[in-house]
């Protein structure tokens, strides 16, 4: 195990070990390290490259491929870094392969949770001529960014929907007190109900009926 490993080295394996069993052993992949281009070398050539995003999101088990003696792993570091967060399933830092689109990594993040509006808002900072930066940060529903590629260095943010807490409270003298979801028409008897209603004829005599 080369590369950006927490402990590379040379290591005995079980001859069933997969990249991932193999992975473990060895202390795994180290923060500098890719997760999206892990090249297993076999006989001097090249065998397989392995995106372990799609492994982890999607159960695909090309990373399962079972590893042979003198079999060499090659973590090379990580080239990209993108952030995604607020209202999607995994908030965090993401890594992003060529050619990948937005919308694809934030399917990785887990996609947006149910708070999300569905506006995206993509903050960028890129280099003109003679390397002055300008902002090329822009708004999108989240449906058009299958179409734009993400670049490194990208802030993703899935912006919320306000939520309306539509609710009645009732306390005191009642059998359930609390909190109530609100429907349209409810009235005062309705909740009284909800609340333990007056059917108890020993703990109605305890209230105060006026």
């Known amino acids: 195990f080369v590369g950006k490993v927490k402990y ?3 290591y005995p394996m079980h001859p069933f070990s997969t990249l ?10 180290d923060t500098t390290g890719s997760l999206r281009k892990i090249e297993i070398r076999r006989n001097g050539k090249l065998l397989k490259t392995i995106d372990l995003y799609k492994y982890f999101n999607l159960g695909e088990n090309s990373s399962m491929i079972q590893l042979r003696d ?8 990580r080239l990209s870094t993108v952030f995604i967060d607020s209202a999607v399933s995994r908030p965090g830092i993401y890594e992003s392969n060529l050619n990948e689109s937005i919308k694809e990594l934030i399917d990785y993040a887990g996609g947006l949770t149910y708070e999300a509006s569905g506006l995206i808002s993509i903050k960028r900072n890129t280099l003109k001529e003679k390397d002055e930066p300008f902002n090329d940060s822009f708004y999108s529903k989240i449906d058009n960014l299958s179409n734009v ?3 490194n260095g990208d802030f993703i943010f899935a912006r919320t929907n306000f ?4 609710s ?6 009642i059998k359930v007190p609390g909190i109530y979801n609100y429907y349209e ?5 309705d ?4 609340a333990g209603g007056f059917d108890d004829s020993t703990f109605i005599k305890s209230i105060n009926l006026e």
């Open 8 to 10: 590379p080295g040379f």
């Open 20 to 29: 991932i069993t193999g992975l473990y052993q060895i202390g795994g992949i």
């Open 70 to 77: 003198r079999d060499i792993v090659v973590v090379p570091p």
């Open 149 to 151: 590629n993400v670049r």
């Open 163 to 166: 939520i309306i807490n539509r």
């Open 168 to 173: 009645v409270e009732i306390s005191g003298q």
């Open 185 to 189: 028409g409810m009235t005062v008897k």
């Open 191 to 194: 909740v009284l109900i909800l």
